[in-house]
Nanobody, 124 residues
Framework: VQLQASGGGLVQAGGSLRLTCAAS????????MGWFRQAPGKEREFVAA????????LYEDSVKGRFTISRDNAKNTAYLQINNLKPEDTAVYYC??????????????????WGQGTLVTVSS
């Protein structure tokens, strides 16, 4: 599966963005999806994941209540809705995919496919 992330931009603190991850290939519908981010000078970190059917989600603690991951299998697309943006959310955001499993993963190494990243910059 090939992934294309988009939707990033420059926003003020408190604003919102919706990131989109468009996938090609039939395997999207049988793939768990994840979002990760990498801030300048920092390691990549897990943000959120969603199961192949959308029935299960997982979030990193600092984004709970502000970020929402979703997917539309009919459109081969995953989303990350980000509300109440904070300057510390500034990062390149990546979407990733892995074949469906019983347990969602927060480990980047468990994901086989990655998009190119979209930059989110939050001004204070």
């Amino acid at each position: 599966v090939q992934l294309q992330a988009s939707g990033g931009g420059l926003v003020q603190a408190g604003g919102s963005l919706r990131l989109t991850c468009a996938a090609s290939g039939r395997t999207f519908r049988t793939s768990d999806m994840g979002w990760f981010r990498q801030a300048p000078g920092k390691e990549r970190e897990f943000v959120a994941a969603i199961s192949w059917g959308g029935g299960a989600t997982l979030y990193e603690d600092s984004v709970k209540g502000r970020f929402t991951i979703s997917r539309d299998n009919a459109k081969n697309t995953a989303y990350l809705q980000i509300n109440n943006l904070k300057p510390e959310d500034t990062a390149v955001y990546y979407c990733a995919a892995r074949p469906l499993t019983l347990t969602l993963s927060i480990r980047g190494n468990d994901y086989n496919y990655w998009g190119q990243g979209t930059l989110v910059t939050v001004s204070s």
